[in-house]
């Protein structure tokens, strides 16, 4: 079963432009992580929020948590042409050894010159 | 550099065939996990093992079987009866971290029915 669901499904900007990408979820987690994945290749982590935190950074993500909506968003900002990527919520409910992801559907985000 | 290699890249299976996919990791992680992707889609997981000698059926492990003898090694053999296996599988591993494990991916391997 897929935990997290990803809205928009595509997402097309402008090198410079912010792009946002939101993930509902439905259980109750331990923490969220984000993750990109450029075409053919395998899946590479990103960042990772627990279900206490409200808003973590990363360089230039800013990932934010909404426990009560059960939700988190992801913002790139000042995209450039290598963000071009889909980029993949995930949810984990347990902890240490009984921790499993379930993943999202992802977006795919074009970023153009 | 340590990571996570599957092996072969792209890999075609004959009907009533069982095929073997390959991942190995030297990242000393004691987790590893095998995923399903299918195009557009997101992933799903089909098998897991925590330690070696050890693992646990995902959401989709019907037609499909594993082995941990190893923990390095966590291969994964696509059986005749999964009738629809074509798919890109992807491996990941993890290691006990008390702020959350996150996964370390290879590149996958595509499998194809001929």
């Known amino acids: 079963s897929q935990q997290g669901e990803e809205d928009p499904q595509a997402l097309s900007i402008q090198e410079g432009e912010n792009a946002t990408m939101n993930c509902s979820y439905k259980?109750?987690?331990?923490?969220l992580q984000w993750y990109r994945q450029n075409s053919g290749r395998g899946l590479v982590h990103l960042i990772l929020i627990r279900s206490n935190e409200r808003e973590k950074h990363s360089g230039r993500l800013r990932v934010t948590l909404d426990t009560s909506k059960k939700s988190s968003s992801l913002l790139i900002t000042a995209s450039r042409a290598a963000d071009t990527a889909s980029y993949f919520c995930?949810?984990?409910?347990?902890?240490?050894?009984?921790?499993?992801?379930?993943f999202g559907t992802g977006t795919r985000l074009q970023v153009t010159l | 550099d340590g990571g996570i290699t599957q092996s072969p890249k792209y890999l075609f299976r004959k009907e009533g065939q069982n095929v073997t996919l390959s991942c190995e990791q030297n990242l000393n992680h004691d987790a590893m996990y095998w995923y399903r992707q299918d195009p557009g889609q997101g992933l799903r997981l089909i098998y897991y093992?925590?330690?070696?000698?050890?693992?646990q059926k995902g959401d989709i492990a019907e037609g499909y079987s594993v082995s941990r003898e190893k923990k390095e090694s966590f291969p994964l053999t696509v059986t005749s009866a999964q009738k629809n296996p074509t798919a890109f599988y992807l491996c990941?591993?993890?290691?006990?971290?008390?702020?959350?494990?996150?996964?370390?991916f290879g590149d996958g391997t595509r499998l194809s029915i001929l």
């Open positions: 093992s925590q330690i070696v000698n050890d693992f």
């Open positions: 990941a591993s993890s290691k006990d971290d008390p702020g959350g494990r996150t996964q370390h």
């Open positions: 995930a949810t984990a409910q347990g902890a240490g050894t009984a921790s499993k992801l379930t």
């Open positions: 259980t109750s987690i331990n923490n």
